[in-house]
């Protein structure tokens, strides 16, 4: 077992909120409080692990860089950057991480790098480094090589160097290597892990590149955020979440991953454990919204190329014109498999990569792409000839397939029902193409969508209310609640004041809602085929308050989202759920959370005036 200098041995997993994020816009690191490094896939966020011990302690692999006596340790976020500092308090003194995926102005990488900057700030300080990468998911072999200083770990498919500063001897141990130094108050020490070819590069890491790569990362990501136009009660906040999805942006494509992680567990020793690190249309589409509320306009150009180039080509699949997710470079095949070598998160297996959600049925996602094209068309840029051809197409199809039972936004694995929430985002693409069209005076097929979005309208209306629960339910002859019902004053289907919303409301209120956190749906009322519970959802959370917001109920909506704010971990950020005990879950961090966030924090705050 690895065991970290600062993790206690019988604690093998640090809680998934113990970590902080660096990255460079194609994949990411996760750091944990104690210095270890836990989770980094290289060249990309779908690529194989080179770091997995968040998924196994003893098999994935860790980069383990630490204070050598006991310490307490504290994160924090070098000011508006994605550059981390995890600062050791001992008794010999006060010393610190800086890490870092280095970023030129222009956003563009250096070679795939994660610098690593020790500093002691006061007095004098050992510290011990272990760099022990498990390529393949911990499958495949790796030598590792000594050259001029730096080492070399070779796999198949990957070569990685280790360089660093002079200050730092190293031994190989198996395919490992370690070293103790000791660092006084100014000095300092460069851990610079990179692509390799075929040799590694002369010795050393000094300090003058690590400080010049350090300025104008700090220097891109303060350019970055510049550009919001957040100036709220919650900026801190907002700023954090904005940072974080971008953190998910795949700069090369445009695309915008739901998660950089895999497997980190709904629930501890179940089997709800899947792999987020690929391009949902619902969760990017939902990401662009987000980030041009606050006026980040440039990512929104982005995922619309992304769109356009890789929709245009798919032709008549399952899910029609779209499909439910794509690979961070537009591909459609993405085969869940199971990787057994792997024990999951505290022993919650299974590991899985690729997801066989991709092949679902979710007509949510059309009401999701053509809203993030509205609003894009509204605060960006008019939409161009070429664009409309093809929105045009989806609602076409969206016209003769909306009334099909599918698997809904929860991707459920129980069978295919007439979910209330896909019918309204079914209606919500008609109605943004309608809009578009009037806003230009473009050609549209009114004769054919007016009629069609009507009778979604009332097909809800009708079919999704029950008099017996004086609510909208989740699908079609049933009486479960579900909490993605509360899209629908934000879709602007439904007056926030309407009595039939708020008798809906209430009900979610009572059967969903505790001190603030809201649950999907029950599964125990609606099984969907799958094994063991869940946590609360915390985008649901945060549309809660929305939904309270726009209500008018402006107390309750910003007690709600107060609490919310104290579920985030130390950096502020957020997994998927939090359980029963507050605890993160899911994996991590969850774009969806992070973009509801921002909406929430930036439609309350206008609410409050």
């Known amino acids: ?167 730092v001897p190293l031994e190989c141990d198996g395919g490992d290597v370690a070293g103790d130094f000791r660092l006084a108050r100014g000095e300092s020490a460069v851990f610079a892990l990179e692509r390799a070819g075929g040799e590694a590069a002369p010795r050393g890491c000094p300090w003058e590149r690590a400080e010049r790569e350090f300025t104008a990362t700090v220097a891109f990501w303060r350019n970055w955020l510049r550009q919001s136009r957040y100036r709220g009660r919650w900026r801190e906040m907002v700023h954090r979440s904005a940072l974080t999805l971008k953190l998910l942006t795949y700069a090369p494509t445009g695309a915008i991953v739901a998660a950089p992680t895999t497997s980190l567990p709904e629930r501890i020793g179940g089997g709800r454990n899947w792999d987020y690190r690929h391009v949902w249309v619902r969760d990017a589409a939902f990401a662009v919204y987000a980030l041009l509320r606050l006026g980040f306009t440039g990512e929104a150009e982005a995922f619309m190329g992304f769109l356009t180039r890789h929709t245009e080509r798919r032709g008549g699949g399952p899910s029609g014109p779209l499909q439910v997710m794509y690979g961070i470079d537009g591909r459609l095949e993405l085969p869940e498999r199971v990787l057994p070598q792997l024990e999951g998160y505290r022993g919650s297996a299974p590991v899985r990569v690729g997801n066989g959600a991709a092949t679902q049925l979710q007509l949510d996602i ?105 609510a909208f339910v989740q699908h079609e002859d049933s009486e479960v609640l579900d909490a993605a019902v509360l899209m629908m004053p934000l879709t602007k289907f439904i007056a926030p004041t309407d009595p039939l919303w708020l008798s809906t409301l209430d009900a979610l209120g009572e059967e969903l809602v505790s001190d603030s956190l809201v649950w999907r749906y029950d ?87």
């Open 1 to 167: 077992m690895y065991g970290a200098p600062g993790r206690d041995t019988s604690e093998r997993y640090l809680p998934i909120a113990d970590h902080g994020l660096i990255g460079d816009l194609r994949t990411v690191a996760l750091v944990g409080t104690d210095g270890t490094i836990d989770w980094y896939c290289c060249p990309a966020f779908d690529s194989p692990s080179v770091f997995a011990a968040i998924l196994d302690a003893d098999r994935g692999g860790a980069f383990e860089l630490a204070a050598a006596v006991p310490a307490r340790t504290k994160q924090l976020y070098f000011p508006d950057t994605n550059v981390l500092i995890t600062r050791f308090f001992t008794e010999e003194g006060l010393g610190e991480i800086q890490d870092f995926m280095p970023l030129s102005e222009s956003g563009e990488a250096d070679g795939h790098r994660l610098v690593r900057r020790v500093v002691c700030v006061r007095g004098t300080i050992p510290f011990r480094a272990r760099v022990a990468p498990r390529f393949g998911y911990g499958a495949e072999r790796h030598t590792v090589r000594m050259t001029d200083g730096a080492a070399v770990f070779d796999c198949a498919a990957l070569s990685l160097s280790l360089r660093l500063t002079a200050t």
């Open 366 to 470: 059309y009401g999701a792409l053509l809203d993030s094209v509205y609003l894009y068309d509204k605060w960006c840029r008019p939409i161009s000839s070429s664009h409309w051809r093809g929105v045009c197409a989806l609602v076409d199809w969206v016209c003769e397939h909306w009334d099909q039972p599918d698997e809904g936004v929860w991707e459920t694995r129980g069978g295919r029902k007439r979910f209330l929430y896909s019918h309204l985002m079914c209606w919500v693409a008609i109605d943004r193409a309608l809009r578009i069209a009037q806003r230009h005076s473009l050609p549209a097929k009114s004769a054919r969508w007016v009629p069609v979005r009507d009778e979604i309208y009332w097909r809800i209306m009708d079919r999704g209310w029950s008099p017996a629960r004086q």
């Open 523 to 609: 599964p125990k009322a609606s099984p969907d085929g799958l094994e063991g519970e869940e946590g609360t959802f915390s985008i649901c959370s945060f549309w809660y308050v929305e939904a309270l917001t726009r209500a008018g109920r402006l107390n309750e909506a910003r007690l709600a989202f107060e609490k919310m704010l104290t579920y985030a971990n130390h950096l502020g950020l957020y997994a998927e759920e939090i359980s029963h005990t507050g605890r993160q879950q899911g994996n991590f961090p969850q774009a969806f959370t992070h973009l509801a966030l921002i909406s929430a924090a930036f439609n309350l705050d206008r609410a409050l005036g």
